[in-house]
């Protein structure tokens, strides 16, 4: 019975509360896909309470939505009847879990610089240098050996650009870091000449 946001595990049965606005809420739990008993034991206790108007089970995604009336009863008792009906370990905001976990771009970028770190150790250089070398070395290739351009090599031009492309921005990069380090007091600021 754990859970960890961070990471976005939850071990246990607990129910996501989905969404809310009064008058309407929809929770989701494992326990409640397919079909489920666990999900017709609380679709039978909300029923019984007042206020409920009703409650639709969607087996495929393991959600319950109970609409009800906000006057007379209060969201906190309708989430404490589902948990304990169920059976569950508690409640757990989908926004918030959303918010703790990590985005897929995220994990590329850190991929990325683990990668540069690789290089930097094994090479001296990081991907910033090591890419414009071999795509250089890619377009003179493909421009000696392929002068049909055609095959598996990229044009010559193509990889050229890239190259130059990847050095451009990996020069402005560098400097960005620059300018954050004199700004930050570790080396003394001058600003540079507006053109």
Known sequence: MRLDPDSGAIEGEWLVLVHHSPGRLRVRASCFRDASDVADRVRGELGETQGVFGTVHAPLTGSLLIEYSPDAVDVESLLAA???????????????????RKAPA??????????????????????YELIPVVLTATGIYSLVANPSQKGWLPRWDNALYWAYSVFRDGVREQEREGDVARVS???AFRPRPHA
Do not use: N, P, Q, Y
């Open 82 to 100: 589902i948990v304990d009906t169920a059976g569950l370990d508690g409640i757990v905001d989908a926004k918030s879990m959303a918010k703790s």
């Open 106 to 127: 995220e994990h590329v970028v850190s991929g990325a610089r683990w990668l540069d770190d690789l290089a930097r150790e094994l090479t001296g250089a990081g991907l």
């Open 185 to 187: 007091g570790t080396v």
